[in-house]
């Protein structure tokens, strides 16, 4: 079956500075690519979806100017948590959605500021 | 908007019967997804319902009243291992708008 990989799995940074999450498609193109956070004991909010190639379509009240999410090949989205506060963390966790395969979740990263 | 409702936590007894419900009001339907979720893990497919009617899986069943926002995720002969939390998902277009997930606790 189709596989995401997601890295890193759990991340520790400093407030203010900036993190990267990668989610890799191995052995299958993912052309659009959801990202979603969850807070401890709530749901998965999405965040934005993207599309290679494409900008980025973020949801209601998530800030694009700090979640910065690239989209540039078949096989990697990545996105990037800048100048981050102890708010942001979170689990963080990326979907590809391919017709063949339906929806393949990553494994998940926790972030962690402190 | 979407408003998606399930129960936030249930228990049960090992080898027992349990009924996950979920009630959603969206703004488009394209199918209503299960999914069971580890602490920390990504969430894994269960099943997925897009007509009226019943699916089974195994151990586990989902049902689906399209007209009436409803679904049900049954999960059959508890084991241990079935502590989780299990998330509704409805799809609109492609994206995917979840519950807030209920825990399921098997007791021996």
């Known amino acids: 079956g189709a596989v995401v990989s997601q890295h890193p799995s759990r991340v520790i940074c400093k407030s203010g500075t900036s993190v990267k999450i990668e989610c890799r498609s191995l052995d299958f193109q993912a052309t659009t690519m959801f990202w979603y956070r969850q807070f401890p004991k709530q749901s998965l909010m999405l965040m934005a979806t993207?599309?290679?190639?494409?900008?980025?379509?973020?949801e209601q009240g998530v800030e694009k100017d700090k979640f910065l999410i690239n989209h540039a090949s078949l096989t990697l989205s990545t996105l990037t948590v800048t100048s981050a506060h102890p708010e942001d963390s979170s689990f963080y966790i990326c979907s590809a959605w391919t017709e063949i395969y339906g929806y393949t979740f990553g494994s998940g990263t926790r972030l962690t500021v402190v | 908007g979407q408003n998606i409702d399930q129960p936030t936590e249930m228990t049960a007894t090992e080898g027992a019967i349990v009924q996950i419900n979920c009630t959603y009001q969206t703004s488009g339907f394209n199918g209503l997804f299960w999914y069971q979720q580890h602490a920390g893990e990504a969430p894994t497919f269960l099943s997925y319902n897009v007509l009226d009617g019943l699916e089974e899986k195994g151990r586990f069943s989902s049902f689906l009243s399209r007209s009436k926002g409803y679904s049900y995720l049954l999960l059959k002969e508890l084991q241990m291992k079935d502590s989780a939390s299990y998330l509704c998902a409805v799809r609109d277009d492609y994206k995917l708008s979840f519950g807030a997930g209920t825990t399921v606790t098997v007791r021996a």
């Open positions: 993207s599309n290679e190639g494409s900008k980025a379509t973020y």
